[in-house]
């Protein structure tokens, strides 16, 4: 607190034989109580606006309560021009399975799901190990192991799923797939399949 990276607080110094105890010259002073100076303001913010984005989509609801709090509590971003958008519509078909598989992903969690893929009339009944989410072409898709195919990144459209909830089997652990470098030559969805 004495450095020039402190809190810019006046304090006492108080001899004590050898020893010298520091004190706030002001009783009353706390730091909890110190007003942000403007690089921190900016940077809260800038937080705020992007946390923003992140609005509608089921696993961030708590986030529009800190949002409000902040922006009552803490500074006003309602002039602020936003600069960054993501892709988020809360009344996409399948957003509300998001936090579910999210959730399974996070505590690897196995799903049975009913999938209708698209040339199908009737659902597939599967169990499905979750491992990642990608949001492509304002569509979210899962990638995840499939047993009955044997694959590591059998991916799932989230609007083409018609029930989901979680099963008791033990969760396959994704030791085959880095999922940054999976997408690195992939646009889309789909990785070309090889020979």
Known sequence: MVSEDGYGIELDRIPSGKRLTY???????????????ETEMAKIKEAIT??????????FDWMEDLITKLNHGVVNTSTQEAIISFDSNKYLKGIEHL????????????????????EYENPLKLEFHPYYLKQYNNRWFVYGYYSEAKKSD?????????????????????EAIEWEEYFEDIYGVTQARKG
């Open 50 to 59: 992007i946390l923003g984005n992140f609005k509608g989509l089921p696993q």
């Open 154 to 174: 059998w991916n799932i459209a989230l609007d083409r799923i018609v029930t989901i909830k979680e099963s008791k089997t033990k969760y396959k652990l994704n």
């Open 99 to 118: 936090g579910v598989i999210y959730n399974a992903i996070r505590y690897k969690n196995v799903l049975k799901l009913e999938y209708l893929p698209f």
């Open 23 to 37: 004190r706030y010259k002001d009783p009353n002073y706390s730091i909890f109580n110190s007003p942000l100076d």
